[in-house]
């Protein structure tokens, strides 16, 4: 069977993608996503990869093309943060998945699994397990909770009008794994949470919202089920769940020394939507509503009729994902990329404390690195802001991969004064810093609260003006390579990966730049791809 899994590189797609590739039944996968991973680290390695944005509607022949010789589709995607652009999370999760599925009907694939969740249920007061026939109407304050519940409803629709593709919904709880601790720390607890403790620290008391209890499943689980799913051509809906329930109680024993105080929901909500308007904790309080009110899951279908039992205890995946958020963990996909960048060609970095040589003006090439490192912090948080700024645009995809391949050399540049025994730049690096945050002051808004199309112009031209001076010196140190104890030819690759992002800023520069001046040109429109 070939498969193509839409949403392939986070949480569950990373998981699905490595079963898919050690199943017998699976000849070949194609994996599709709007930024491509590391095709060379596993388990992307295995698989062939399109990037295409679901958000637009140019997407469905793309998608149609790419389905035309596909057995079966597995959807995934599902966009997380930034949840107070619910017309994004709208466009992508909702109308996405609508995309999809009619990009497989046109193609003719005859089954189609989609990743669901049990944010779909309507509420309940009370722990009586419920089957998957319990209305599907969500939690009305969780964003996420509406958007399942209406993804619900086109799944429901789909299958009236098209009775002749199988089509299995899964309504998995929690998903949870060690690779997912970065992404999972970044999207609900936030880059201040003090998480690397709990590698040796476990607090002897944990305050948790009273009354908790939630389903939660291991990736690997949940992607058992859907192998099995798509093996055996499933249709209709399935819980999946591991067996036990995680209270307050078994929350503590598993992250702490097993004692919790209950804060009431009263109290703790305000909180939770007063450090999320903050902007101190990503998430917000509808993700506590859902915590209390989602039903408790019968998992028997899926166990009579997938044969699937889970292999993992809600408590087990939960323990693996603490050490994962504790050591930062994460793989070669930009959703799941670890807390610390992987440094760009490490294993060519010379040993620790490497001494230049004498005929070498230490102090002069210290300096001369250090303004380097200086300006590639203040990229790489350009590149990043403009990432995040620009998500609903068609040229997201282009900036983002550029922004994961700088914070990777990033990485580089400060191993390697590392091991030079270089100090940090300090002052140098706080102006630098300083003069690149002042200059988002600039008032070039298109109203007091809008976005200038004249900004993306601008932030290309001047991310350009960065690249060009990094991959100068790159070159620079290349002339110096021997000394610095790095083979020439890491400088070489490094100066014509520069070149490649400046050959796509250029790109995304003139998609802005036709664009901003024009009253008949939308920078930001998301239903156009230039």
Sequence with gaps: MRVAVVGATGNLGTAVLKRLQSAQEISSVLGIARRLPDADAAPYSGAEWLSADIQFEESRAALAEAFAEVDSVIHLAWLIQPNTERDLLRRVNVEGTRHVLEAAEKAGVAHIAVASSVGAYSPVADDRPRSEDWPTEGIPTSHYSVDKAAQERILDEFSRAHPQIALARLRPGLIFQGSAGAEIQRYFAGRWAPVQV?????????????????????????????????????????????????????????????????????????????????????????????????????????????????HRTAAQALEELVLGMAAGEGTGSAPLRPRSAHPAHADQLPWPENRLPERVDALLLRQYMADHLAGATAGLDRISMMAESFEDTPIYPQVSAVAETIRSEHAFLQELMKRQGFPRPSLSAALTWTGEKLGRLKPNAR???????????????????????????????EQHAEALGVAPAVFQELAEAAQQQRETLDEVHSYAAERAFRRDEETFEPQRQS
């Design 198 to 310: 709990l590698s040796s620290f476990r607090p002897p008391v944990l305050p948790l919202p009273q009354g908790m209890r939630v389903q939660a499943v291991h990736a690997d689980d949940v992607a058992e089920a859907f192998l099995r799913a798509v093996v055996r051509r499933a249709h209709g809906a399935f819980n999946i769940c591991a067996d036990d329930l995680l209270t307050g109680q078994l929350i503590a024993e598993t992250i702490g020394r097993g004692r919790s105080i209950g804060v009431p929901g009263s109290a703790l909500r305000p909180l939770l939507r007063a450090a999320h308007r903050a902007g101190v904790v990503p998430m917000d309080e509808g993700w506590l509503d859902m915590a209390h009110r989602v039903p408790v899951m019968d998992s028997s279908r899926a166990a009579r009729e997938l044969e699937w039992t889970p």
């Design 447 to 477: 109203g007091p609260f809008g976005r200038s199309p004249l900004r993306m112009v601008l932030e290309a031209e001047l991310m350009i003006a960065a690249v060009t001076g990094k991959m100068h010196g790159w070159k620079t140190m």
